[in-house]
Structures are given as structure tokens and as C-alpha cells.
């Protein structure tokens, strides 16, 4: 049984090592990896934003640079309406990043290696979240209960 224990012991022990070492080096990583939150952009193809998001729509995910004052870049989720491109933050009060983009709305979208220069607002508009809401808790399957007050959704576009 002790053998047993201490086998267990150096398994979680590793575990918690790998995961620390990921942590940690995801911040000089070419972007985000996966959940890990991932350094600023160093690869893809800058790109004019275009008029028209629709070609994201069906994405799950983005990849989105963070102002510099946070200096790192996050996978979201994203929805497309009218054309239109919008990230949610979920319990935006609670995480920096959210605060530091209404702060400096200069950010990087990277989609399918093409990386785009945009600026991101925090919409508080209520036509606007009632019509982007749904569409968000559709796709992802979640309650849209609480936007625009504890989560908050930023329309991105050109700067």
C-alpha cells in the first residue's frame, strides 16, 4: 500500500510539474495554446479586417491579442452578427484582461493565420446585446442571462 501511495505521489507530483511548465512557458508561445493563455503574435499573415465577418461565423474559437499593458493572448469565443464580429467575456469583473481592453481597445485577432488590427469596445448597448446574446447562447449552448452587467460582450473592429 505505502509503495502504492508514493507511486501516486510522484504521478500527481509530475502531473502538477507538467502543468506548471505548460503555464508558464505558454506566456512566450506564439499566441495562446489551447486554454493557456500564450505570448504576443509572432506568426501569421497581417491582413486588412474585412467588411464582412461572415466567413468566422462557424469558428468555435479565436485568437485574440491582448492590449500590451496585459501582454498576452487568449482563445475566445466569438459570434458573428450582421456581419459583425463580438467576443464575450464571461465574469468580466472578476479577470484583468476585460478591464485592460476597455482601458486600450488596441487588439489582434489572429483567424486562420491571417492576423487582423482591430479595436475592441465593450458594448453596453441594449438593441445591440439583445440581438448578439441569443445568437452567443445559441451557438455555445449556454444562458445568456447576465450580459452586459457580470459578462460582457466587445464588438471588434477596424481601428
Not at 141 to 158: H, I, K, M
Amino acid at each position: 500500500m505505502r509503495r502504492l501511495l508514493r507511486g501516486l505521489g510522484i504521478a500527481i507530483a509530475a502531473a502538477v510539474l507538467a502543468f506548471g511548465v505548460v503555464f508558464v512557458g505558454a506566456r512566450f508561445h506564439d499566441g495562446p495554446i489551447g486554454p493557456f493563455k500564450g505570448g504576443a503574435f509572432r506568426s501569421g499573415e497581417a491582413a486588412a479586417p474585412p467588411a464582412d465577418w461572415n466567413f468566422a461565423a462557424d469558428h468555435q474559437t479565436l485568437e485574440l491579442e491582448l492590449p500590451p499593458e496585459v501582454g498576452l493572448a487568449i482563445t475566445t469565443w466569438l459570434v458573428v452578427e450582421g456581419g459583425a464580429l463580438y467576443v464575450p467575456c464571461g465574469v468580466a469583473e472578476s479577470k484583468s484582461w476585460p478591464h485592460a481592453v476597455v482601458r486600450d481597445g488596441n487588439v489582434r485577432v489572429r483567424i486562420d493565420g491571417k492576423v487582423y488590427e482591430l479595436r475592441a469596445t465593450r458594448v453596453d448597448d441594449p438593441a445591440t446585446l439583445a440581438r448578439v446574446v441569443p445568437l452567443l447562447a445559441a451557438k455555445y449552448d449556454v444562458n445568456g442571462d447576465g450580459f452586459g452587467t457580470r459578462d460582457w460582450l466587445f464588438a471588434l473592429e477596424p481601428r
